[in-house]
């Protein structure tokens, strides 16, 4: 009943940012049953307001999942509503909406490597972190995930449908190169990061210990392979 009840907050909240009338939505209870199996009717709800005129149907594509319908039936609303606005806030809880990354966000990628959806991607060489609004669940593994907790999550529908499919940039930097071999591996911002919370242990002590952070994955291991071979003989 709790999620049926949040869905149905979910679609009063599109209800009453298209301007139509929320007592449309009406939550029903289960009917209970006495001892001889008669059914006890429950207390009268509310009345239901139509719309007048009813609105005209909409036509579906036959292989629309539940969520595609959901934003299709939205946006057919808005046409009908007449309403222009480019988005509708939504309660907690509620899987459609966007995301963001503050400035504390190093581009580490911890976030894109959870997201079940691929609403948050790598932008290829170039440090960048990517957004596409209509795969995002609004999950939360992305929060979680993030060790610098820049990620922020906004419950809403977006209405534009081609808004809602283009990748945005969140964040983008510089790229930093390997100090070793020149490839693109990472942010300078990221770099600094991990310079500064591991300044003081004790793997990363000396000057060349410290350049191996400059390093992309494959020069920082064979530096330390090869220091470890020089130390032993």
Known sequence: TDLLRRQ????????????????GIRVIASP???GRGRVVPGPAGPHMRA???????????????????????????????????????????????????SADCTLCMACASVCPTGALSAGGDVPRLLFQEDLCHQCGLCREACPEEAIRLTPRMLLDAAAAGTPIALRQAEPTRCEECGRIFGSQAMVDRMQEKLSGHWMYRSEKQLRRLRMCRVCRTRDAILSHERTSR
């Open 51 to 101: 719309l007048d005129p009813p609105l005209p149907p909409m036509t579906l594509p036959p292989a629309a999942d539940k969520r595609a319908v959901i934003l299709l039936s939205v946006r057919h609303l808005r046409e009908m509503s007449g309403v222009s606005r480019a988005e509708i806030p939504l309660p907690d809880g509620s899987p459609f909406g966007a995301a963001a990354a």
């Open 32 to 34: 209970s049953v006495d």
């Open 8 to 23: 149905a907050g979910m679609a009063e909240a599109v209800l009453r940012g298209l301007g139509m009338p929320e007592d």
